[in-house]
């Protein structure tokens, strides 16, 4: 993981987060009131997504867990089918399944589709963190890191370098690496660990020099 030569490296204790990943799909609506979204990744069954769309300069959200997933080859891909149910009924569900049940119906529209995957530090740079997940992440994946340290909130880009599944557990251990989308700023890891590393005492032990 990049960091390791170049910046130091500090273990991390209680810092428990979320990594949001977000990804562009197709969906539509099914004769049984389910959605039918496309995506290049399959879905886990009952794990917990939010899905928003865009319609007529509204957004509209919603939280949906996965029923099914199924392999699809879409011009010669392998793509997933992946069915959701809507987890709350609500003014927000109604404006969605309006845009889907008028006489478009079945039509595929572009939303997003977001994962919510619980994750902790286990060490950080100014470059990058090393990550405990709870789900497998491919390489390049893009999301933005969420986590509480020191009792301060901190919100990163970050960017998938390695997964590995760590044996005999559920858990994934992930290499990632900051991506400068904005300059660093107070409230980002990026900065902290640049410029305030003293703001985390007792959350950080001695740097790593491995």
Do not use: W
């Given at each position: 993981?990049?960091g390791?030569r170049?910046?130091?490296?500090?273990?991390?204790?209680k810092?428990?987060?979320?990594?949001n990943?977000?990804?562009?799909?197709?969906?539509?609506?099914?004769?049984?009131?389910?959605?039918?979204?496309?995506d290049?990744?399959?879905?886990?069954?009952n794990?917990?997504?939010?899905l928003?769309?865009?319609a007529?300069?509204?957004?509209?959200?919603?939280?949906?867990?996965?029923?099914?997933?199924?392999?699809?080859?879409?011009d010669?891909?392998?793509?997933?089918?992946?069915?959701?149910?809507?987890l709350?009924?609500?003014?927000?569900?109604?404006?969605?399944m309006?845009?889907f049940e008028?006489?478009?119906q079945?039509?595929?529209?572009?939303?997003?589709?977001?994962?919510?995957?619980?994750?902790?530090?286990?060490?950080?740079?100014?470059?990058?963190?090393?990550?405990?997940a709870?789900?497998?992440?491919?390489?390049?994946?893009?999301?933005?890191l969420?986590?509480?340290?020191?009792?301060?909130q901190?919100?990163?880009?970050?960017?998938?370098?390695?997964?590995e599944?760590?044996?005999?557990?559920?858990?994934?251990?992930?290499?990632?690496?900051?991506?400068?989308?904005?300059?660093?700023?107070a409230?980002?890891?990026?900065?902290s660990?640049?410029?305030?590393?003293?703001?985390?005492?007792?959350?950080?032990?001695?740097?790593?020099?491995?």
């Open positions: 993981m990049r390791r170049g910046h130091p490296r500090f273990s991390v204790t810092s428990d987060g979320v990594l990943v977000l990804r562009e799909v197709s969906v539509r609506h099914a004769s049984n009131g389910e959605l039918v979204v496309i290049r990744e399959p879905r886990n069954a794990e917990i997504l939010t928003e769309t865009i007529d300069g509204t957004s509209i959200t919603t939280r949906v867990r996965v029923v099914a997933n199924t392999p699809v080859i879409r010669g891909q392998v793509l997933h089918e992946v069915r959701l149910t809507r709350i009924e609500g003014e927000a569900i109604g404006e969605l309006i845009r008028d006489p478009r079945g039509q595929e529209m572009l939303a997003t589709l977001t994962r919510h995957i619980r994750v902790r530090i286990l060490n950080c740079s100014a470059e990058g963190c090393l990550l405990e709870t789900a497998s992440l491919l390489l390049g994946t893009v999301g933005t969420h986590v509480s340290l020191g009792g301060n901190f919100d990163d880009q970050i960017q998938v370098v390695r997964c599944h760590m044996k005999g557990t559920e858990c994934y251990h992930v290499g990632t690496r900051f991506l400068s989308a904005t300059p660093p700023y409230g980002t890891l990026r900065y660990m640049r410029c305030d590393v003293g703001g985390l005492v007792g959350r950080l032990d001695t740097p790593r020099e491995d």
